[in-house]
């Protein structure tokens, strides 16, 4: 059974810092590019980051450059997402998604997502 499944999430007040995790079950997590999305209220689902299978690529949203950083251990089948200098926009529930790599079109799945809200 495929889990995706977020941690990290939390309050926090503008400035500061957080650090999501998303630990991967029930696939081969290393065939698999990983990407971090949010959701804010009213607002569609956006690419926050993400990173291919072997760490050697990764891209980023303009809105969260040089604040948020991707990583990836294929050893713990976890991708993280560090985001410091935290901003009220960033408010949104995160997820994690994965998508096989060679594969275009969209992910193939989904966390359930943590909330991160940042107070201005």
């Known amino acids: 059974q495929v889990q995706l499944v977020e941690s990290g999430g939390g309050l926090v007040q503008a400035g500061g810092s957080l650090r999501l995790s998303c630990a991967a079950s029930?696939?081969?997590?290393?065939?698999?590019?990983m990407g971090w999305f949010r959701q804010a209220p009213g607002k569609e689902r956006e690419l926050v980051a993400a990173i291919n299978w072997s760490s050697d690529s990764t891209v980023y949203a303009d809105s969260v450059k040089g604040r948020f950083t991707i990583s990836r251990d294929n050893a713990k089948n976890t991708v993280y997402l560090q985001m410091n200098s935290l901003k009220p926009e960033d408010t949104a529930v995160y997820y994690c998604?994965?998508?096989?790599?060679?594969?275009?079109?969209?992910?193939?799945?989904w966390g359930q997502g943590t909330q991160v809200t940042v107070s201005s």
């Open positions: 998604a994965a998508k096989v790599t060679g594969r275009h079109g969209g992910y193939d799945y």
């Open positions: 029930g696939f081969t997590f290393s065939n698999y590019a």
